[in-house]
């Protein structure tokens, strides 16, 4: 059970503000301040620092909330465990849209195959959602092809997967594309701001000097099935994962776009909190959802 104190100090972390802390846990500001001196005098450190009126954490700060996180969340696993009723496997887990949609049917039909008494609870949600509901204990891993700080995380890579442009066959090009930059004229179809997939072509505009703001229109969808439909009927272009598209490329329903100057590939990872106490576990079930 984690010092009422450190849940104090994680509020804070959450909302890198006192008085916001103080709301959630219905304490005194002061309150706050003292818990916080407190675990400063007991770990020899500061924790906290200000940048003109904004708050931030030291680097001390850093690794004592990446600590606590991965101590709540085993808490709450173990809690999790220890209340089971039936004895047979439980496991709770998420997948960003891509991955759930695309790949997790056949993955946990796999799974049942060899173990169907498991008890399985899984989410779908974007890899910024996640992330989240990771560090809150709400799920013990997850499965994402989104970015994720490495020094908070424990990983291993699942697959390495192209990232493409697409569009419908008949697509009525203003210039016929060649470079990136010919496609700026086009309607730009793009997942919601947190999507993993978004996040990849934000990275690789930004690495070009380049933004989503130079597509002459945007239109943001959270769903997946709903870019793709609106892309096979010539509402605009897209870039997605080829493998969330491998059927449509096989029907022809959509085509690859033919950049020159774009060659872009990720990887979906297998993610959990960096330290857990049940990291042996999450590696043997990641060898049975690879296997």
């Not at 959630?24 to 818990?35: D, E, F, G, R, Y």
């Not at 992330?131 to 699942?158: H, M, S």
């Not at 997942?191 to 943001?220: A, H, K, M």
């Amino acid at each position: 059970m984690l010092d009422f104190r450190m849940e104090t100090f994680l509020a804070v972390c959450q909302y890198m503000n006192f008085t916001r802390a103080s709301e959630k846990l219905n304490i005194t500001q002061p309150a706050v301040s003292q818990h916080i001196r407190f675990l400063e005098k007991h770990y020899d450190a500061k924790l906290f620092r200000y940048e003109g009126k904004k708050l931030k954490l030291t680097k001390a700060g850093e690794i004592l909330r990446n600590a606590s996180l991965t101590m709540m969340h085993d808490e709450l696993s173990m809690l999790s465990e220890m209340q089971k009723s039936d004895g047979n496997e439980e496991i709770r887990f998420g997948a960003t849209r891509t991955v759930g949609d695309i790949l997790m049917g056949d993955i946990l039909a796999r799974y049942l195959e060899q173990y169907p008494d498991a008890n399985i609870h899984m989410c779908v949600e974007n890899t910024k959602e996640l992330l989240q509901r990771l560090d809150e204990g709400k799920i013990d891993f997850a499965l994402v092809e989104g970015f994720f700080k490495k020094r908070e995380y424990d990983f291993q890579k699942y697959s390495d997967e192209e990232y493409i442009p697409v569009c419908a066959p008949d697509y009525p090009f203003k210039k016929t594309p060649k470079h990136i930059g010919d496609l700026f004229g086009e309607r730009l179809l793009l997942r919601e701001e947190g999507s993993g997939t978004r996040e990849v072509l934000e990275r690789y505009l930004d690495s070009q000097n380049l933004s989503l703001s130079d597509f002459r229109t945007r239109i943001e969808a959270g769903s997946l099935h709903t870019i793709k439909d609106l892309a096979k009927s010539g509402g605009g272009v897209t870039f997605l994962y080829e493998v969330a598209v491998r059927n449509e490329l096989k029907s022809g329903t959509l085509v690859r776009i033919p950049l020159k100057d774009f060659r872009v590939s990720h990887e979906f990872a297998f993610i959990w909190r960096r330290g857990s106490i049940y990291a042996s576990r999450y590696k043997e079930i990641f060898r049975r959802f690879s296997s």
